[in-house]
């Protein structure tokens, strides 16, 4: 069973090599660098902090889309063009087929987590970026099996990518609503109070993924490693409660 799981996670690896994803990456990393130093040579304070700051937030925009992109594309791709079909009618499980998947779309979370890191530890405290980094893998870990939940119960590209991206720019803005509902020029009237019960109670159900892979830790360096448990304890939640929904979609569902 463990050899099957790994022979799948190693199939979907070589097949984000096979789409260029690698390549992709590092495009991205190189434009990131270009942009950062433009907007340092245009800024008149704290350019290396502006700097800084424009790069962990491009580079966690680009892992998430890619990753994303990534896992709805492919497993989409092998629905419609029976690939699914052809590994289960090998003597697996579509359990096991499930979790290789899984298995290869974190590994694929590592390694990009990893490739967008490695340019922020020059002239940055490492213990900073370690922290950054780990987050940043945290929050792939989550929106990989976000993604692929969406991809398996959707089957449409254009459907499980809104979906995906109105989940993340959600989960990124919870925050920001719950300041502006508990500020002090928020009105209190009977509107008011459905619109802040409606928000508490999305809030109660999605991740906080504004405490994930902050940008003060890079620009501020000092950060708690405490900081980071709060982080680990929502993924391993969600990742748990979101990957279980789809098993069982995919377990029900007539190939």
């Not at 109660?204 to 709060?230: A, N, V």
Request: hydrophobic fraction near 55%.
């Amino acid at each position: 069973m463990l050899a099957q799981i790994v022979t799948i996670a190693r199939y979907t690896l070589l097949e984000a090599l096979c789409n260029r994803l690698l390549w992709l990456v590092l495009l991205s990393v190189f434009l990131g660098l270009g942009f950062s130093l433009f907007l340092q040579q245009i800024a008149l304070i704290e350019s290396r902090q502006i700097q800084l700051g424009a790069l962990a937030v491009l580079y966690r925009l680009f892992a998430v889309f890619f990753l994303a992109s990534f896992v709805i594309a492919g497993m989409l791709r092998e629905y419609h063009d029976k690939g699914v079909e052809f590994f289960l009618a090998m003597p697996m499980t579509r359990s096991i087929y499930f979790f290789g998947k899984l298995l290869g779309y974190a590994t694929a979370s590592f390694l990009l987590a990893t490739l967008y890191s490695l340019p922020l530890f020059w002239g940055n405290e490492m213990g900073s970026v370690l922290l950054w980094g780990i987050s940043l893998f945290l929050e792939l870990l989550l929106m990989g099996s976000v993604s692929f939940f969406f991809a398996i119960t959707l089957t449409q590209i254009p459907s499980a990518m809104a979906a995906v991206f109105g989940f993340y720019l959600l989960s990124r803005s919870m925050g920001t609503l719950s300041l502006i509902m508990n500020g002090p020029l928020a009105a209190h009237d009977f509107m008011q109070e459905i619109v802040d019960m409606t928000i508490s109670g999305v809030g109660f159900f999605i991740p906080r993924l504004d405490g994930y892979t902050q940008t003060s830790w890079l620009i501020y360096p000092g950060s708690s490693w405490h900081e980071l448990l709060p982080v680990a304890l929502q993924t391993a939640i969600y990742m748990t409660l979101v990957s279980s929904a789809a098993l069982f979609d995919f377990c029900r569902k007539n190939l």
